[in-house]
């Protein structure tokens, strides 16, 4: 009985530890980048996005968010070190970065695409280069960046990049 009892014990204790390894490395398994700026001029750097955009015949991102933000570091990992969304983004699409410091920065740039507040971060605007916005519902379905998978992210920015 005791010798039952310290197997199951032993089954436990590798079990808990293979769960927390688990666990630990399924949280890491995204990139991350702080990218969100406090100190830039957001509306310039937005202009001159949308500009290259047009010059570009490309989709503009306009990601806001802010580097206390999990899910907006891992989007700007995402999109700046992993190899082929940064393929896909190239060719089709420029991306700006916009803090909103606590959702209190900045907003006027999200209200200039019809978005009246942030209410998570990431929020990413996609603005095709003729004005439009493309997905001013959806804007705001990002800020589960850090839980999304690398082929999820791919399939909407493919989505929107075929529109």
Same mark, same amino acid.
């Given at each position: 009985?005791?010798?039952?009892?310290?197997?199951?014990?032993?089954?436990?204790?590798?079990?808990?530890?293979?769960?927390?390894?688990?666990?630990?490395?399924?949280?890491?398994?995204?990139?991350?980048?702080?990218?969100?700026?406090?100190?830039?001029?957001?509306?310039?750097?937005?202009?001159?996005?949308?500009?290259?955009?047009?010059?570009?015949?490309?989709?503009?991102?306009?990601?806001?968010?802010?580097?206390?933000?999990?899910?907006?570091?891992?989007?700007?990992?995402?999109?700046?070190?992993?190899?082929?969304?940064?393929?896909?983004?190239?060719?089709?699409?420029?991306?700006?970065?916009?803090?909103?410091?606590? #959702?209190?920065?900045?907003?006027?740039?999200?209200?200039?695409?019809?978005?009246? #507040?942030?209410?998570?971060?990431?929020?990413?605007?996609?603005?095709?280069?003729?004005?439009?916005?493309?997905?001013?519902?959806?804007?705001?379905?990002?800020?589960?960046?850090?839980?999304?998978? #690398?082929?999820?992210?791919?399939?909407?920015?493919?989505?929107?990049?075929?529109?």
């Amino acid at each position: 009985m005791k010798l039952l009892s310290l197997l199951l014990i032993a089954v436990l204790a590798v079990g808990c530890t293979s769960f927390a390894a688990t666990t630990i490395a399924s949280a890491a398994e995204h990139p991350e980048a702080r990218l969100f700026d406090e100190t830039r001029d957001a509306s310039a750097d937005v202009d001159a996005a949308l500009a290259q955009g047009i010059d570009e015949s490309k989709i503009t991102l306009v990601v806001m968010g802010a580097n206390w933000c999990h899910d907006s570091r891992a989007l700007a990992g995402w999109f700046t070190q992993d190899e082929d969304i940064m393929g896909l983004l190239d060719r089709n699409f420029v991306v700006t970065y916009v803090d909103v410091g606590q #959702k209190n920065r900045n907003i006027d740039i999200a209200q200039r695409f019809g978005i009246e #507040k942030i209410v998570g971060t990431p929020t990413m605007i996609m603005v095709d280069y003729d004005g439009t916005v493309l997905n001013k519902v959806t804007a705001v379905d990002w800020r589960n960046s850090a839980s999304r998978s #690398k082929d999820d992210i791919i399939l909407e920015l493919e989505t929107v990049a075929l529109f």
